[in-house]
């Protein structure tokens, strides 16, 4: 089943670590794994969910470059946009240990952004923060820097490592305030549909401690117990049962 603008905006009703717990659901990978881990941060977390299909390439900037200047390559990855099934993910691999300059600036980000793209990772640095957040794009980034330096790409759509997760060109993301994870896109449909029963079993918790009514280890218990059923049935209804 294709994924749909339909389909993208039931994924970006839901916080990333929701995202997370459904796919654990379908057992379709190790728990530990399919996620960026804490090098990579929201710059504006208070920004809602990006979703979108990465174009990924990788960048350096302590060097001068063979040829071309810092911005000749963004036609270029503009340019892959045409081959997604949706919006733009803008996926950086900074090359420099450590980051050097900025990946990204108000210049960039502008333009990715007039040509769809929804957000931006890189492992490498920002710049022109306060530029970027007027734009209301969002950024996930490993630090700022205020110099661009002898930033240039060496390749575009090839996989990259940012924040010890490979990442493939197309492949599906979703970021918020919490981190980046990608979703298998043979079940992004089915986490879209799953995703509300799966918060609506959790508030069978939530309610009750959020309320203001008399606590009981027992009814604690009770509710508790109630969730986990609601969970195995999600299991049992979408599990992969994935082989390790």
Not at 228 to 239: A, E, F, H, I, T
Request: glycine share 10%; hydrophobic share 40%; net charge negative.
């Amino acid at each position: 089943m294709p994924i749909t603008p339909q389909i993208l905006q039931q994924l970006a009703q839901f916080d990333t670590p929701t995202i997370c717990n459904v796919l654990e659901l379908f057992e379709i990978r190790p728990f530990n794994t399919g996620y960026m881990d804490s090098r990579i941060q929201a710059v504006f977390p208070e920004f809602p969910p990006m979703v979108g299909f990465a174009v990924t390439s990788s960048f350096r900037s302590d060097t001068p470059p063979a040829g071309g200047e810092a911005y000749g390559s963004i036609s270029q990855l503009v340019e892959q946009y045409a081959g997604l099934p949706g919006p733009p993910v803008m996926v950086f691999q900074d090359l420099d240990d450590q980051a050097v300059a900025a990946t990204f600036g108000e210049v960039m980000c502008s333009t990715f952004q007039a040509f769809g793209s929804v957000g931006l990772i890189t492992s490498g640095a920002g710049r022109d923060l306060l530029q970027v957040k007027a734009l209301g794009y969002p950024v996930f980034t490993g630090g700022t820097n205020c110099s661009h330096a002898y930033c240039h790409l060496l390749h575009i759509g090839l996989p990259v490592r940012v924040g010890g997760l490979m990442v493939n060109q197309g492949e599906l993301l979703h970021g918020d305030a919490n981190g980046v994870t990608n979703i298998p896109t043979d079940v992004a449909v089915e986490v879209a549909e799953v995703a509300d029963e799966f918060v609506k079993g959790e508030e069978i918790v939530m309610d009750y401690v959020k309320s203001d009514s008399e606590k009981t280890v027992a009814e604690l218990k009770a509710r508790y117990q109630e969730f986990l059923d609601v969970k195995k049935n999600l299991v049992q209804r979408v599990s992969r049962k994935m082989n390790v």
